[in-house]
C-alpha cells in the first residue's frame, strides 16, 4: 500500500504562485509514476502533471510553462510549483501513485485563484 499526503493549497490572487506537496510512504519502491490531478467542480478530474521513474515528464497543455512538477527523493516527496495562477486553475488538486498494479490517490487539496 501507499499513502500520499497532500498540502499547500489556498487562496491566492490570480498572477500568484502555489506550491502543493505530496508526501508518500508506504511501498514507495514500487512506485512508477506519480502526478497531480485536478477536478473542478461540474468537470472531470483531469491530469495536471506527471514524472516517472526516469525523469520524464508530462503536462496538461493548460499548464505548460507556468507549472512545474519535481520530486525529492529523500523526502520521498513530489512538489508541483504553479506560478500564474488563474481563476481556471481553481479546482481540487489530487496527487497520484502509480505502481504495475494500482493506483493510489491522496485527499487532495484545495486550490482557489481569485482576486
Known amino acids: 500500500q501507499v499513502h500520499l499526503v497532500e498540502s499547500g493549497g489556498g487562496l491566492v490572487q490570480p498572477g500568484g504562485s502555489l506550491r502543493l506537496s505530496c508526501a508518500a510512504s508506504?511501498?514507495?519502491?514500487?512506485?512508477?509514476?506519480m502526478g497531480w490531478f485536478r477536478q473542478a467542480p461540474g468537470k472531470q478530474r483531469e491530469l495536471v502533471a506527471a514524472?516517472?521513474?526516469?525523469?520524464?515528464?508530462n503536462y496538461a497543455d493548460s499548464v505548460k510553462g507556468r507549472f512545474t512538477i519535481s520530486r525529492n527523493n529523500a523526502k520521498n516527496t513530489v512538489y508541483l510549483q504553479m506560478n500564474s495562477l488563474r481563476p481556471e486553475d481553481t479546482a481540487d488538486y489530487y496527487c497520484l501513485a502509480r505502481t504495475t498494479a494500482t493506483s493510489h490517490w491522496g485527499q487532495g487539496t484545495q486550490v482557489t485563484v481569485s482576486s
Open positions: 508506504g511501498s514507495i519502491l514500487a512506485i512508477n509514476t
Open positions: 514524472l516517472n521513474s526516469g525523469g520524464n515528464e
